[in-house]
C-alpha cells in the first residue's frame, strides 16, 4: 500500500486554526512572548560576503534560550521574501505545531506571523526550517532549553553551531547530483519526483562519505580565519554544547589537550563518557563538560569534516592569552565515523525506556546509490511512502537497516526514542532523536508512540531528505 501525502496534506492544512489559540500550559510558568524572525542576514566567508537565511531573535541574535519550566511561547514572523516554516528539532509539541510544511500546518507567507505555544522540552537541541533549500542556506539557530540542574551548576555556557556553507545555490547543487528539480519549496512540492526514483536500489562498491563539497565550514556562523573566539577564566568550568546543523557534513569534535566528559547526545543525559574526540552526525547534538586548566591559554575546540582534511571550530581563551591561528585544512584526512557503531555502543541512557511488552516492531530498510542519486525507506521516495502504524501509547520498536554503503542519521519527530540495538544486539543505549546508521549496518530504536497524529521520519542528509527518503509514523 502506497500513500500518496499532496491531496491529504492540503486538506490537514484546515487544522491550522488551531494556531492562533493561546492557551494556559499545565505546569509552565507564563512567560513574555518571544519574537523570532525568519530573515536573511549577511555573513563573512574568508573575505567575502554571503546572504544566508537566519533565526533571529528581538535582540537580533540567532537563536532562542529558555529555563526548564517555561513554555516555549514564541511569535515567529517570516521576514523572507518566500513562504517557509519552521521545526523545533528535539521539542516536542503538538503536531499541529511541528513545523513540517503541510503537515499539518501551511508555511507561513511573506509577512506572516505565527504563535506557538507548548511546554519545552529540556535539553540541546535546534530549530530550523523543513524545508531541504531553506536549511541549507542557514535557515537554523540554536534552541536550548536549560535543565534546573544546569542553570544551577556553577558552568559557564558556550554554544557551537555547525553549518556547511556553498555560494551555490541548494538548486544548482541538487543539480549536480541529478535530484529532479522539486519546482516548489514544501515537501508537497516535490510531489511529481517519485515517478523518477530508482526505488529500492542497492547500495554496491565502495562506501560514500561525502556527495557535497562545499565551500566554507562554519561554527558559530565563522570560518577558521577568523574564528568565534570565547573569553573563558584559568581554571573555567565549561558547560559547551554543540549542533551540528550541517546539511551534508558528518564531523568529529575534536577538543585537543583538553579532556572532556560526554553528559548528553541530542538533549537527553547519558552516563558520562570521557574522551577528546566526539563524532556528530547531521542533526546530532553533544553536550561536553570541559574543566580548564589553571594557568591561562588558548584552546581550539575542532570540527573535522568526516573523511576529508577541512576543519572549522572556535577558540576558547582566557584574557590576553595568544590565539594561534588554526588552518582551515588539516594535515590528514579525518576518518569516516563510526563504522562498526564503536560510539553509539559508549553511550548509555540515564533515564531508560521503562522495560515493558512490545506491541509493534518493524524493520526499516533504508537504500540508494549515488548514481542515479536516489535514496528510499522500504523501496519507496517520497511523496510515496510506507507508514510505521501503530496506536498512542503502544511501545514500538523499528530496526533500520541500512543496505547502502552511505550513512544516514534518521530522524523522528515528536519523539525521544531510545537505541536499544546496534547490529541485533541488545544494549541500553541513548535516548535520542536523531541516530547514525552506518553503511550496512543496522540500528534498534525504541519508544511509546505519542500524540495520535502523522510523525516525520527520515534522513536528516538535506540532499536525501530532497530525494525523497522521507516517511511517517503514523500513530492512530
Ligand atoms: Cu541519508
Request: charged share 20%; with cysteine; hydrophobic share 45%.
Amino acid at each position: 500500500m502506497t500513500h500518496s501525502f499532496s491531496r491529504r496534506g492540503f486538506l490537514a492544512a484546515s487544522s491550522a486554526s488551531l494556531l492562533g489559540a493561546t492557551l494556559p500550559l499545565p505546569g509552565m510558568a507564563a512567560p513574555e512572548r518571544r519574537s523570532l524572525f525568519a530573515t536573511t542576514r549577511t555573513l563573512d566567508i574568508d573575505g567575502r560576503a554571503a546572504t544566508v537565511m537566519g533565526l533571529l531573535n528581538a535582540s537580533g541574535q540567532t537563536g532562542l534560550t529558555f529555563d526548564e519550566g517555561y513554555a516555549f511561547s514564541v511569535r515567529l514572523e517570516n521576514q523572507l521574501g518566500e513562504p517557509t516554516l519552521i521545526h523545533w528539532h528535539g521539542q516536542i509539541p503538538p503536531n499541529v505545531q511541528d513545523g513540517v510544511p503541510d503537515m499539518p500546518a501551511p508555511m507561513l507567507r511573506p509577512g506572516e506571523t505565527r504563535d506557538y505555544d507548548y511546554a519545552t522540552s529540556p535539553g540541546t537541541h535546534w530549530m530550523h526550517a523543513h524545508i531541504p533549500s531553506h536549511e541549507m542556506q542557514l535557515l537554523a539557530a540554536p534552541l536550548i532549553v536549560r535543565r534546573a540542574e544546569e542553570v544551577a551548576e556553577d558552568r559557564q555556557e558556550v554554544v557551537m553551531f555547525l553549518h556547511d556553507f556553498s555560494f551555490r545555490s541548494p538548486e544548482e547543487i541538487f543539480d549536480e547530483l541529478g535530484i529532479v528539480a522539486s519546482g516548489g519549496h514544501s515537501m508537497g512540492g516535490m510531489s511529481g519526483m517519485s515517478g523518477m526514483m530508482n526505488h529500492g536500489a542497492m547500495g554496491h562498491g565502495e562506501m560514500d562519505l561525502n556527495d557535497i563539497d562545499f565551500d566554507a565550514y562554519l561554527a558559530n556562523d565563522r570560518t577558521l580565519s577568523d574564528p568565534d573566539v570565547v573569553a573563558v577564566e584559568a581554571s573555567g568550568r565549561i558547560r559547551l554544547r554543540i549542533v551540528n546543523a550541517a546539511a551534508a557534513t558528518v564531523f568529529w569534535i575534536d577538543t585537543g589537550t583538553l579532556a572532556a566528559q560526554a553528559v548528553a547526545v541530542d538533549g537527553q543525559p547519558i552516563v558520562p563518557v570521557s574522551g577528546n574526540r566526539w563524532g556528530l552526525a547531521m542533526a546530532q547534538r553533544i553536550d561536553l563538560l570541559i574543566d580548564l586548566p589553571a594557568g591561562g591559554g588558548a584552546w581550539p575546540i575542532l570540527a573535522l569534516r568526516e573523511g576529508a582534511r577541512e576543519q572549522t571550530g572556535i577558540i576558547l581563551a582566557t584574557p590576553g592569552a595568544e590565539v594561534r591561528k588554526v588552518a582551515a585544512k588539516a594535515d590528514a584526512a579525518a576518518p569516516a565515523f563510526d563504522l562498526n557503531l564503536a560510539q553509539e555502543a559508549k553511550f548509555v541512557a540515564r533515564d531508560s525506556l521503562a522495560p515493558r511488552l512490545l506491541n509493534r516492531g518493524y524493520m526499516m530498510m533504508l537504500s540508494g546509490a549515488m548514481t542515479p542519486y536516489s535514496w528510499s525507506i522500504d523501496g519507496q521516495a517520497w511523496p510515496d511512502y510506507l507508514p510505521v502504524d501503530c496506536a498512542s501509547g503502544e511501545r514500538v520498536e523499528i530496526m533500520f537497516h541500512n543496505m547502502s554503503m552511505m550513512g544516514h542519521p534518521m530522524h523522528l519527530h515528536g519523539h525521544h526514542y531510545q537505541v536499544v540495538g546496534l547490529n541485533g544486539r541488545p544494549l541500553n543505549g541513548a535516548r535520542r532523536d536523531t541516530v547514525y546508521v552506518p553503511p550496512m549496518a543496522s540500528v534498534t530504536i525504541a519508544f511509546d508512540a505519542g500524540e495520535s497524529a502523522d510523525w516525520m521520519l527520515h534522513c536528516h542528509h538535506m540532499a536525501h531528505l530532497q530525494s525523497g527518503m522521507m516517511t511517517v509514523l503514523s500513530v492512530a
